[in-house]
């Protein structure tokens, strides 16, 4: 078993991912080096206070919330739970434009790029 199969350890999604959202995730995936975990975070700035953060990433720290949503490995450091919790993550594909959505009920409040928010 890898090492970040022996990490994750089973927990109720505190995020999850439409079937879009995994389907792009697993693209990611497919082209990393090694295997990957998708960690989702909170970073303080943006025009509304926070920005979702995005990553594909190769460790699962101790302290890491950890779960699958749509067959995806998915961490959330602790700060970051608590304002992800419920979170709906989405892919969307436009002549627009084409990238990740994001649906928080805990947000009071976003900017128009829809990647920060306020709580």
Do not use: W
């Not at 079937?19 to 090694?34: I, L, S």
């Not at 970073?43 to 720290?61: H, K, N």
């Not at 450091?77 to 892919?91: M, V």
């Amino acid at each position: 078993m890898s090492e970040i199969a022996e990490a994750m350890r089973s927990a109720e999604p505190i995020v999850t991912l439409t079937a879009e959202a995994a389907a792009k995730v697993r693209e990611f995936q497919a082209g990393a080096d090694a295997e990957t975990v998708l960690r989702v975070s909170v970073i303080p700035g943006g025009c509304s206070g926070f920005e979702y953060g995005l990553d594909m990433d190769t460790a699962v720290r101790e302290d890491d919330f950890t779960f699958e949503s749509e067959g995806v490995p998915v961490v959330i450091d602790p700060f970051s739970a608590q304002y992800l919790a419920g979170l709906s993550i989405g892919y969307h594909s436009s002549f627009q434009g084409t990238g990740f959505t994001f649906e928080n009920p805990n947000a009071t409040g976003s900017c128009g790029c829809g990647t920060s928010f306020a709580v």
